[in-house]
Each structure stands twice: as structure tokens, then as C-alpha cells.
């Protein structure tokens, strides 16, 4: 029935500022900000909303240039396990100011396989209230300390075989959410006077009734690349700061059998990303003039 609700349903007619967002919650995550900013800038992302959890480090220096030109909204929310609730936050404050709204977190990087900007990616999804990406889990390469010098998305390239059937959601702000959350949205929609929910599609416009029971589509168009344990010791940081989501998550963590199970899925390479790495490079050396 939802699917044929589709069929002939048009783009919602829904002027924004901007056409595709970004929202995250961070906590002394300066020193991936210039890179994983940069990057998501260069596929097309046309604003930030970044929420402040916490964060003792240089956060408020790296962001500045950011916030002056426009390009980030910044808000303080010092309130613990409050993931969603800054979310809910973003959806409720900054809706009418873009048509597309992803949450993502800071180890998170969108990764056309194909396309090199986002909007050409998603522009065919316009009628539909929620898209969803899989992740592609990366594990540590046998790191166990980071060199500084060198970016997130080329030190780790050992991942999981294939996408796992878990994803990060972007929001269609023309609708309105049953609830915010990170990885399942379901949007309601009315239909001769009766509010229906509608779940998310997949890249292939399937609607995904069960997330997490799906089998994911092989030879796919896109991929979040999940950078989840980067080296061993910004593991242990990442437990050492603890979980923004629930305390549930930082029990995981800490047990080492759940992180060795996660690190022996990582099977294979995946450099995919690679394609963008020297025009990344170039973008943080401030050189814009083969951009413009």
C-alpha cells in the first residue's frame, strides 16, 4: 500500500536556504573537525549545525573561521546522554532552513561510490520522507598510535566485507518525524485525512519495514564510511569520555571481546574514499584557486 502511494507522488514544493545538512553532537573532537568539515564541503554539504557536549579542547579556535563565514551553526548543550534530544533540537530550530537533514557523527563520512556530490545523489529521492546509508565499518589497521600527519580516511582502509545493515538517516524536512533518531525515521504522512506512518527507503527506493533484518543492497551507489575504533589508543579516549547516546553503549565498549569481534570482521580493504583524498588535501592547504 505505501509504496503505491508513491508512484505519482511530486517533489513537495518546500523553499530552503539549504538543500542538505548536516547535524552532530561532538566532545573534544577538535582535531578531526578541519578534515571531516572539509570533506563533507566538498561533496556539496551547504551547512553544519554542530552541538558543543561538553568539549574541553580547542573546539572554539578550529570552528571560528566557520561560524564566521556562515557555514556552521554552533550551540552549547551541556546536558548529558543528550544525543537526540540535540537532534530533536536541530529538526525543531533549523527545519525550514534546509530540505534535507542528516544526523552524523564526527567518525562518519559520506561516501558516494560514484558521484561526487551529494545533491546528485539524492535529488531523485525528493518525493520520499527518509533515505538511509549503510555503514561500511573500519577497524584500526594494526595502529596503535595515530600519526597526526596524516588523515582519518587514509590511515584506515582494513573494513567489514560488505555494508552492514545498519545506517544513518537523512531526513526529508517536509515531513515530520514520528520521532527523531539517529538510525530509523519514520515520518508521518496524511492520506485522505488519515495520518499513516511511512518508513525510510533504501538507495534502491525499497521502504524498510524491519531495520536491521533487511538484506543490504550489493554493488550499492553509496556507503557511510564508519571510522569506528580509528587506532588503539583513540579507542581507549573514545571510552575514557564516554557515550553521548547511553550508558548501555559505554559497557560495550569497555568489554574487550565485543571490540575484538568488531576488529576480526575486518576482512577486507576499501578505498573507495581514496578518489578524494588529494582534493581534500588541498582544500586544508587553502588552495582554492583550481576550485572556483
Known sequence: FIPLLFVFKTRPNHKTKYYFSLCAIFKNESRYFKEWIEYHRMLGVEHLYLYNNFSTDDYAIVLKPYIDEGYVTLTDWPYELSQISAYQHCYEN????????MFLDLDEFICPIYKTNIKDWIQSYEKYPSVLMYWLMFGTNGIVKEDSNKLVIEQYTNSWASVRNESKQVLNTSYTPVKVY???IWCWMTVFGIKIKVPSVNERRRFIYNHGKEKCPLNGTIQINHYWSKSLSEY?????????????????????????????K??????VIFRFIAELKMRMLG???LFK
Not at 266 to 271: L, T
Open 94 to 101: 533549523y527545519r525550514d532552513e534546509t530540505f534535507w537533514l
Open 182 to 184: 539517529h538510525h530509523v
Open 236 to 264: 581507549v579516549r573514545k571510552i575514557e569520555k564516554g557515550d553521548v547516546f547511553s550508558n548501555r553503549n559505554d559497557e560495550i565498549r569497555k568489554d574487550m571481546s565485543f571490540f575484538y569481534w568488531h576488529e576480526n
Open 266 to 271: 575486518n576482512v577486507a580493504e576499501n578505498k
Open 287 to 289: 588552495i582554492e584557486i
